[in-house]
C-alpha cells in the first residue's frame, strides 16, 4: 500500500528536474571547452604567465639571476637587491642542518608573490616599488672546509655587491639579504660590507649573545675550531668590522658560561643587550625605541637568528631556546625600524629537518626576510 502511494510523489520529482549528463566526464555542457586529448592542438589563447606560482623554486617567485657567471655586468641581468642562500651548517655547536636552511625558506616564501604583497599594516608593496630584487641561488660552498667555504661565501658577496645596480640614479651598489646557513655566515657577510659601507652598526636578533671569546669557545681545542656560530661576532669585532659601541642584541634569553666574564666580553665587543623578557615591561614599542636609539643613524646589519622566536613558533632551528618572542611580536618589532640605513641582513638556522607539517618555522623565516627587505627598499643607501 505504501509503496503505491509513493509511486506518484516519485513521478512528480522526475518531472521537476531533469538529469542531463554532460558529454565528457566531469565537464558541464555549458559552452565549458572539455578537456583536449595530447594529440590534439592547444589553443593559443590559454594564457601560462598569469601570476604563476610555477618553475622552479625562488625566493617569493622572484626572477633568478646567475650572479656569479663569469659575465660582464652588460651581460647580466641587473638588480637592486639580491636574495643569496649559504647553505652551510659546520660551525654549529648543537644540531646541525642548516645547510638546508635556503631551501627550507624559499619553500617557506612560496604563498608570497609580488603582485599580491600589499602590507595591511603599511599599505606598501616593497616588490613594487623603485628596487629590482632578484634571487641569486646558493653560493657554492664546499662542505668539508669551514675555511674555504666561509672564503667562497665572501666571495660570493663580493661578486654579488661589485655590479653595477639597475636603478642607480638611487643608489649604485646593489645589497644582499642573505638566507642561512648557520649564523656563521654572517661573519662573511660582514667581511664583505666594509668594502662598501665601512664600519656598521649591528643589531642582532638572537637568543645568544654569539660574543664569546674564540679562544675560550672552540679555540681550546683548535684555531679552526674557533670560528663558529658562537663567535663570529667577537671575531667581527676583532677584525674591525662592527662598531665599538653602538651595535645590539635583542631577544637575549640562553645562559650563559660565567657570572660576569661574558658580559664584559661582550660590552668590549661594542653590544648592548636587550633581553627577551624585556618586552613584558617595554612592548614592542619600548624596543624599538633602544634599538634605533642605540644604532642611531649609521648604516646598520640586521641580522636574525630564527631562534629568536620561541620554540613554539620556529622549532626547525639548532639551538633552541624556551622563553623566546611571537612570529608576531618579531614582526612589529622589524617592522618598526623603518627609517634605518640598512645595507645587508640575513635569517639564519633554519634547520628544516627539525620543523613540523605545517612549515612553522619556514614560513616565520620567509616572512622575516620580507620585511627584511622592506626596510632596505624603504630607506636606499648610498655607498
Given at each position: 500500500m505504501r509503496v503505491v502511494l509513493l509511486l506518484p510523489v516519485l513521478a512528480r520529482l522526475g518531472l521537476a528536474r531533469q538529469i542531463v549528463f554532460?558529454?565528457?566526464?566531469?565537464?558541464?555542457?555549458?559552452?565549458?571547452?572539455?578537456?583536449?586529448?595530447?594529440?590534439?592542438e592547444i589553443e593559443d589563447d590559454v594564457d601560462l604567465t598569469t601570476d604563476s606560482v610555477g618553475g622552479l623554486t625562488s625566493f617569493a617567485h622572484l626572477p633568478y639571476v646567475p650572479c656569479f657567471a663569469p659575465k660582464a655586468d652588460e651581460e647580466i641581468e641587473k638588480y637592486d637587491i639580491a636574495v643569496l642562500?649559504?647553505?652551510?651548517?659546520?660551525?654549529?655547536?648543537?644540531?646541525?642542518?642548516?645547510?638546508?636552511?635556503?631551501?627550507?625558506?624559499?619553500?617557506?616564501s612560496r604563498r608570497i608573490r609580488g603582485p599580491h604583497s600589499w602590507s595591511i599594516y603599511s599599505k606598501r608593496n616593497w616588490f613594487a616599488e623603485w628596487a629590482k630584487i632578484v634571487d641569486c641561488g646558493d653560493a657554492p660552498l664546499t662542505f668539508v672546509d669551514n675555511t674555504v667555504a666561509?672564503?667562497?661565501?665572501?666571495?660570493?658577496?663580493?661578486?654579488?655587491?661589485?655590479r653595477q645596480a639597475n636603478n642607480?640614479?638611487?643608489?649604485?651598489?646593489?645589497?644582499?639579504?642573505m638566507l642561512g646557513g648557520d649564523h656563521t655566515v654572517t661573519l662573511a657577510a660582514l667581511r664583505s660590507t666594509i668594502d662598501h659601507w665601512g664600519v656598521v652598526n649591528v643589531i642582532h636578533f638572537d637568543s645568544h649573545i654569539d660574543t664569546w671569546n674564540p679562544h675560550v669557545n672552540g679555540g681550546g681545542v683548535t684555531e679552526y675550531a674557533s670560528v663558529n656560530h658562537g663567535t663570529f661576532l667577537h671575531i667581527a669585532h676583532e677584525e674591525g668590522l662592527?662598531?665599538?659601541?653602538?651595535?645590539i642584541h635583542a631577544g637575549i634569553r640562553a645562559p650563559l658560561g660565567t657570572r660576569q666574564r661574558d658580559y664584559d666580553n661582550d660590552v668590549e665587543c661594542g653590544f648592548d643587550i636587550i633581553t627577551a623578557r624585556d618586552i613584558d615591561e617595554i612592548g614592542t614599542k619600548g624596543i624599538i625605541q633602544k634599538l634605533k636609539k642605540r644604532v642611531g643613524e649609521g648604516n646598520v646589519y640586521i641580522t636574525v637568528d630564527i631562534d629568536t622566536l620561541d620554540p613554539a613558533f620556529a622549532p626547525a632551528t639548532g639551538t633552541a631556546e624556551?622563553?623566546?618572542w611571537s612570529t608576531r611580536e618579531l614582526l612589529t618589532i622589524l617592522d618598526g625600524l623603518s627609517g634605518l640605513k640598512v645595507i645587508g641582513g640575513d635569517v639564519v638556522e633554519v634547520a628544516p629537518a627539525y620543523d613540523n607539517a605545517g612549515e612553522t618555522t619556514s614560513l616565520a623565516a620567509a616572512e622575516v626576510a620580507r620585511s627584511l627587505i622592506g626596510l632596505m627598499v624603504q630607506v636606499p643607501v648610498v655607498a
Open positions: 554532460p558529454p565528457v566526464a566531469a565537464i558541464a555542457a555549458n559552452g565549458q571547452v572539455p578537456l583536449r586529448g595530447l594529440d590534439e642562500g649559504a647553505p652551510f651548517d659546520t660551525a654549529t655547536s648543537y644540531r646541525p642542518g642548516a645547510r638546508f636552511g635556503p631551501h627550507g625558506i624559499r619553500d617557506g666561509l672564503k667562497q661565501l665572501v666571495k660570493a658577496h663580493k661578486i654579488i655587491s661589485a642607480v640614479s638611487i643608489a649604485k651598489t646593489p645589497r644582499i639579504l662592527i662598531s665599538n659601541d653602538s651595535s624556551p622563553g623566546g
